[in-house]
């Protein structure tokens, strides 16, 4: 049961299904989840008062800002606080139920989800046109777009033909899950690079994604670093190789600078191409650069404290862009501090584990993955706001032995008795 709801769980994550789409299908889960809390009777009164605290605290948030800064219109903070019931609430109750199990679920369904993915995608490269096929006679309802198909457990792109998109929404996206998959693995068995790390750096290798190769970079640096390996040695052996892949490699240091000039060039005439995707029926599409200084430029100071959730809707340049900088994207949501938050829960929850060189590895291969794709609100990177206080490694022995014990504070107490 447990494996089950984490897979649903990560689904919602991967955002590539129908689940993303239909709003009772996040409700739907939440309350799978809180079901299985229940029978197994996994939800604790401290549980509801860490959420209650939360929501207290993030709803006094919002209403500040809306009051005294934002001043928009009432539907904007309704939606702010829809998002905390549809997109956090699933978040808290995966980590709740799941606690000191949490983790190590997680990390299971989403590297056999990677593992799943290769097959699919050697499939892909042999014939692309037969798996597109496959995902249209599933005809699983609201796809993307046309030459985008998702069969569940793995996505094909018409596109993306020698890019592995997984259970995701698209190569890049796909690869931020395999980073965290291996990060969370490597946490959970003293960084040991066994058969199902070596699968995902397989399955990380197939994404050709920039973000994700500089992300996995910081990885081997944090795993040496995790080992024992001196500085000084990997400045000796290791320095070298990436600098020349980052100036061979055409998906790295070119793919960078090429980008940087697009993204400059359409800024400067954004207005311009706007109204030409407009007459087209399409969205304009701003890299990572390009998604950076827009929002800067529309929104300024206002990003410290964020906007609202729907920002988009204030700028209605926004309505037919689609901004691809998540760092960024979530800074106009929730702003700064909101992201200075995520990163902090983010941060105490690594150190669960690990120490503080390697948290700070772990922060900044979340920073790189957030700037190249808007996934800081998958419920994945969401949970992390929760997992701090549920995934610590003695948290399994606590529980277990004030059931044992029968002894129970206030505050630990089970909430229902079933």
């Given amino acids: 049961m447990y494996y089950f709801i984490t897979f649903l769980f990560v689904l919602l994550a991967g ?17 799978i989840i809180l079901w299985v809390g229940l029978e197994k009777r996994r939800i604790y009164k401290s549980d509801a008062l860490l959420f209650g605290k939360f929501a207290v605290i993030y709803i006094a948030f919002c209403t500040f800002r809306s009051l005294f800064l934002t001043q928009l219109p009432l539907h904007f903070w309704l939606n702010d606080v829809i998002f905390l019931f549809k997109f956090l609430l699933p978040s ?7 606690k000191e199990k949490a983790v190590p679920y997680v990390t299971k369904v989403m590297i056999d989800l990677a593992i799943l993915s290769l097959p699919f995608y050697c499939l892909q490269l042999i014939s692309g046109d037969m798996v597109y096929s496959i995902g249209k006679a599933m005809n699983l309802p609201y796809p993307h777009f046309d030459g985008y198909v998702n069969m569940l457990v ?20 796909f690869g931020f899950f395999l980073n965290i998959s291996l990060m969370l693995h490597w946490l959970t068995n003293s960084f040991k690079y066994d058969t199902r790390a070596k699968l995902v750096t397989i399955a990380i290798i197939t994404t050709l994604s920039t973000t994700t190769y500089i992300a996995f970079a910081i990885m081997i640096l944090m795993y040496c670093r995790a080992r024992g390996v001196k ?5 000796v052996f290791i320095a070298p190789f990436l600098c020349i ?11 960078i600078i090429d980008t940087y000039h697009k993204d400059m060039l359409d800024i400067k005439n954004i207005k311009t191409l706007s109204v030409t995707y407009i007459e087209m029926g399409r969205v304009m599409p701003l890299n990572r650069f390009g998604s950076m200084l827009f929002l800067i430029d529309s ?5 410290i404290f964020g906007i609202s959730n729907s920002y988009k809707d ?14 960024f994207a979530f800074c106009a949501q929730f702003g700064l501090l909101g992201l200075g938050f995520l990163f902090y829960r983010s941060y105490k929850f690594f150190r669960n584990y690990i120490n503080p060189e390697l948290a700070i590895y772990c922060l900044l291969v979340i920073g790189v993955l957030g700037f190249g794709e808007c996934i800081y609100l998958s419920s994945l990177l969401l949970s992390f706001l ?33």
């Fill in 231 to 235: 500085f000084s040695t990997l400045l």
């Fill in 299 to 303: 929104f300024g100071y206002k990003l």
């Fill in 92 to 98: 808290f109750l995966f980590c709740a139920v799941l």
């Fill in 245 to 255: 892949a980052a100036i061979s490699l055409p998906f790295l240091f070119d793919k």
């Fill in 15 to 31: 955002k590539a299904t129908f689940f993303d789409d239909v709003n009772i299908c996040w409700f739907f889960v939440s309350a």
């Fill in 386 to 418: 929760f997992l701090y206080h549920y995934a610590r490694p003695d948290y399994g022995s606590e529980i277990t032995s004030a059931n044992n014990n029968f002894h129970y504070t206030t505050t630990e107490r089970p909430a229902y008795n079933l």
């Fill in 314 to 327: 204030t700028v209605s340049l926004l309505h037919n862009i689609s901004i691809s900088n998540g760092i």
């Fill in 154 to 173: 793995f996505t094909y792109v018409k596109v993306h033909t020698i890019r592995n998109s997984g259970f995701s929404w698209e190569p890049g996206a």
